[in-house]
């Protein structure tokens, strides 16, 4: 039985070697093909020195490479650390510098970026393609190019990992930081186990399951899509990145592929609903559809179970440090016409158990009385990474257990008791993360790409709901006296300093900022000047 998530891969390959395991804009790759090749690649990493627990980068698009990549590097006992393809150098920089990646795996079309990784500062010594070397791209002379040719000529029997045991170190996910540097979640094979096969038995994933990979890496959704798919030697379908932008096409996906099992942020489906044509799509063979990230507008959920009747429906929540930890599964009551909140949170997942702390430091029990969410059990994550008084912040000392020490996660995120004393319902933030696009955001990272502009004053961003995206994401800006910023230059500004999920959607303006009494930014007098301009 497998204990490591490149284990499972092992054995779906000995068990059904001729089946699809990845599909791609038409094209498929074997469970034998896959695990050969990521053979290959596991040893071409520990020919360039990656050994038991080394952290190792993969800057690739979504395609068949992604997933070569993160067995690759578990193979060869390594830990995998995505690098969000779009986000700018800088920020990515700074995350191989924080958990000391010198060896990454990357294509040929994202070679000339890493010249701004070097030139930001970067461990790289070491950069493996997964494909085919570009023409006329010159790396450091330190820095050891291998090619996807090299990589193919290596030896295709099975790798030894170095002595990999379950809680060493399988992967870290870089989230966003309040301090405006991203910050490492860090996760362990029998942490992430615990969703694995949670998930695999609860949703009934069998080998014949056609499953979609929509989430990129970074995100955690994506260890669903992933892990869960390679168990059950199923075939998971890749999405490509361009397809959310076109609703429609991403239901025709859906249909074409005979998809059974899928797994998106809220802010997809609604789209999907309102521009997708879902009911002019043969979606029979969708069985399963899991949602998770951010709040589901209750009329858009309604609309998608009106047009897929025969599915079953299910809000995972979680965030990044424990992957999901409840649950719950739509019932009809949840869509009466009056009803205007969203669906429960639900309960724990199996093996895992949540509670919800009052301000009083006390466990709520009472419906109606709200709490902050606590997780505990091997669901929850390691900590981050290198930063010892943040996860001592987050991650503390269970007082509820008295009987031995134990650590529990603090979420942030306030609940209450549904009326059936059972399931627990989302009612917001503690802080300033928000979510938006299924990502969650500390609204303080975006203030302090923004304020490193040398014409700017002083700034506050703040999130606007919205019904499709969950929010959107307003700056309003102060200039320093007699300096002149424009509107293009401003938006250049934040899309060279952060991901593309997190620039602004708009920027307003202002002489200068509303206070409160005490001096401080007034964020819900600028929050509602965002939602009435929204409106008008």
């Known amino acids: 039985m497998a204990f490591l998530l490149h284990q499972l891969l092992t054995e779906s390959a000995a068990r059904l070697p001729d089946r699809e395991a990845v599909r791609f804009e038409g094209q498929g790759m074997t469970y034998a093909e896959l695990d050969t090749v990521t053979n290959q690649t596991a040893r071409a990493l520990q020919d360039a020195g990656v050994r038991r627990g080394d952290r190792v980068g993969l800057y690739v698009h979504k395609s068949p490479a992604s997933i070569i990549g993160v067995f690759g590097i578990m193979k060869a006992g390594g830990v995998y ?35 701004e990784f070097f030139e930001e500062g970067t461990p790289l010594t070491h950069v493996i393609l997964t494909d085919a070397a570009a023409d006329d791209v010159t790396l450091p002379e330190s820095v050891n190019m291998v090619s996807w040719d090299e990589v193919r000529s290596q030896s295709a029997e099975p790798v030894d990992d170095g002595g990999v045991i379950e809680t060493d170190l ?8 309040s301090t405006g540097d991203p910050k490492g979640v860090m996760i362990a094979h029998r942490t ?35 892990y869960v798919t390679i168990k059950a030697g199923a075939t998971l379908v890749l ?31 609604s789209l999907m609903v309102n521009y997708g044509r879902i009911k002019q799509h043969d979606l029979s063979a969708l069985r399963t559809v ?6 589901f507008p209750i009329k858009y959920l309604r609309m ?16 990044t440090e424990t992957n999901v930890c409840t649950y719950y599964k739509v019932q009809p009551h949840d869509l009466e016409p009056e009803r205007t909140q969203p669906v429960p949170i639900g309960i724990a997942c199996e093996n895992m158990e949540v509670f919800a702390v009052d301000d009083d430091g006390e466990l709520v029990t009472q419906i109606g009385v709200e709490g902050e969410l606590w997780a505990r059990g091997s669901c929850v994550a390691q900590g981050y990474w290198g930063d010892a008084e943040k996860t001592a912040r987050n991650f503390v000392p269970n007082t509820f257990q008295p009987h031995y020490k134990e650590t529990a996660y603090r979420t942030g995120d306030i609940v209450t008791l549904a009326e059936d004393g059972h399931n627990w319902i989302y009612v917001g933030r503690r802080d300033h993360m928000i979510k938006s696009r299924g990502y969650r955001i500390e609204l303080g990272e975006i203030e302090a790409a923004l304020y490193n502009h040398p014409s700017i004053k002083e700034l506050a ?15 309003y800006v102060v200039c320093l006296e007699g300096r002149m910023l424009t509107l293009p230059e ?14 602004p959607e708009s920027f307003v303006f202002l002489d200068e900022l509303p206070k409160t009494s005490t001096g401080k930014v007034n964020r819900p007098k600028l929050a509602q000047l965002g939602m009435a301009k929204q409106t008008t």
């Open 81 to 115: 650390v995505p690098l969000d393809p779009n986000a700018p150098a800088k920020r990515l920089a700074f995350i191989t510098r924080n958990c000391d990646v010198s060896v990454l795996l990357t294509s040929a079309e994202k070679l000339p970026t890493l010249a």
């Open 170 to 177: 399988a992967y870290i996910l870089y989230t966003s930081g």
């Open 192 to 226: 992430i186990f615990t969703f694995v096969n949670w998930c695999y038995e609860t949703f009934r994933i069998s080998a014949e399951d056609r499953m979609t990979g929509h989430a990129p890496l970074h995100f955690d959704l994506s260890t669903f899509d992933i």
């Open 239 to 269: 999405v490509p990145e361009t397809l959310s932008t076109f609703p429609i096409n991403l239901v025709r996906l859906l249909q074409n592929e005979r998809i059974t099992v899928t797994y998106l942020v809220p802010s997809i489906l």
């Open 290 to 295: 899991l949602f998770a990230g951010e709040v």
């Open 304 to 319: 998608l179970v009106e047009a897929v009747p025969h599915a079953d429906f299910y809000n995972l929540y979680g965030p």
């Open 461 to 475: 961003v703040v999130a606007v709901p919205d019904e499709l995206l969950g929010n959107r994401i307003k700056a």
């Open 490 to 503: 401003i938006e250049q500004h934040a899309q060279a300093h952060l991901p593309r999920y997190m620039v």
